[in-house]
């Protein structure tokens, strides 16, 4: 099987290599946006934890994007209300912050009215990564697993980001959130394994999992609100802190640019799919349909992926280079019944540049650094 594979990711990877030349010419730019401020106003004790949710890695709606798209704009008070925030403290205790939005300049935050239409474009399909040289590498290297099951990406020295419904189903933890603890891809076996053949490649590739406690979580109000599981799905991400560095390199988030503006309209995920138990599975999709909030694919993906960071490749004009980015949030399956029928979508939370200002002063404490999205 690892014969089989490998080869498919090396004529994946130049094939990919090709059509990033190709683009050299009309480089896909990163847009400068104009990041509002989320500051945090009032911090309040809220009583201890339950963890008594059933880890759920998926996600159920009835809501699909055209209903997304019709839902009603909300107001200042309830997007300072959504993106007000739960943190979890590995001791039990939790906390609500409570936060003002700042907008400078007259943009305010624009909703729903996607211009795009939908499009049927090639399939799609999943590849396992095989070798050390990948999995330890950035990009693939971002990818790390959660204990409750789902997937993270490193998106700081000790930052983590992955989807709210991974530790939270809207009213309570899932079990397991308060222990929580980040798995990092490992080689199984190193210099010290005596007697072990170490030009054989069937001990060289073998991997573990090395773990890491969580201190802290949060998650934004407009996910525990969302018992109006419609609003909710806007708001399914969640930050975790770890204990301690953990040294890798890690990938920046941005702003979501729209789906037209993306290479070849198409983004990256790499997760741990269920069905494929101690694999990293690496897939790319072109964007069907999006709204303000969501991103919305077809793509093969199992649970085990959601909270993975979905990213894409462009060229950063100001730093003369090609920087990925992580600027959404895969949150799983959507069903969406349309006249009967179910119909069923794979949907990614978008990282808006509110998201963005919050998810960033999560990760620096302060909004200065958290200017350009
Ligand atoms: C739990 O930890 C937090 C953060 O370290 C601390 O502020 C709080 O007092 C602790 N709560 C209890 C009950 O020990
Ligand atoms: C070690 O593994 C390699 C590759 O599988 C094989 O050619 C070689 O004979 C093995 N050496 C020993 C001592 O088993």
């Given at each position: 099987m690892m014969q089989s594979k490998f080869p498919a990711l090396c004529v994946f990877l130049s094939f990919f290599t090709f059509v990033e030349l190709q683009n050299e010419e009309e480089k896909p730019t990163w847009p400068n946006y104009r990041v509002p401020v989320v500051l945090p106003q009032s911090v309040s004790r809220l009583d201890k934890a339950k963890f008594d949710a059933e880890p759920r890695l998926d996600v159920a709606s009835s809501c699909g994007p055209e209903c997304h798209k019709h839902s009603a704009t909300p107001t200042l008070e309830d997007l300072k209300d959504y993106m007000s925030y739960e943190t979890l403290y590995s001791n039990g205790s939790r906390t609500m912050t409570d936060v003002g939005l700042y907008v400078f300049g007259s943009r305010v935050e624009p909703k729903g009215k996607s211009r795009s239409k939908r499009q049927i474009y090639g399939h799609d399909s999943r590849f396992s990564v095989y070798g050390k040289h990948f999995l330890l590498n950035y990009p693939f290297s971002t990818s790390v697993k959660l204990s409750t099951g789902c997937t993270g990406t490193l998106?700081?020295?000790?930052h983590v980001l992955t989807a709210a419904h991974c530790i939270h189903d809207g009213k309570s933890y899932v079990k397991g959130a308060q222990k929580l603890k980040v798995g990092f891809l490992k080689p199984?076996?190193?210099?010290?394994?005596?007697?072990?053949?170490?030009?054989d490649p069937r001990i060289l590739e073998k991997m573990k999992f090395q773990w890491i406690r969580v201190k802290r979580t949060h998650v934004p109000k407009g996910w525990i609100k969302g018992n109006a599981i419609d609003i909710g799905m806007d708001y399914d991400y969640a930050l975790l802190e770890l204990k301690k560095p953990h040294k890798r390199k890690f990938m920046m988030i941005g702003v979501s640019p729209p789906g037209r503006q993306l290479p070849g309209r198409r983004i990256h995920f790499s997760g741990y799919d269920n069905d494929r138990p101690g694999h990293l599975v690496y897939r790319f999709c072109d964007v069907k349909d999006e709204t303000y909030d969501l991103l919305y694919q077809q793509c093969d993906a199992q649970p085990g992926a959601s909270g993975s960071g979905v990213y894409v490749r462009m060229w950063k004009r100001q730093k003369q280079k090609w920087e990925r980015k992580i600027i959404?949030?895969?949150s799983g399956h959507q069903w969406v019944d349309k006249n009967g029928d179910k119909q069923d979508f794979n949907v990614a939370v978008r990282i808006t540049p509110l998201k963005y200002a919050q998810i960033c002063f999560w990760i620096k404490g302060n909004y200065l650094d958290c200017r350009d999205g």
């Open positions: 998106v700081a020295e000790k199984k076996y190193k210099d010290g394994g005596k007697g072990l053949n170490f030009t959404g949030i895969f």
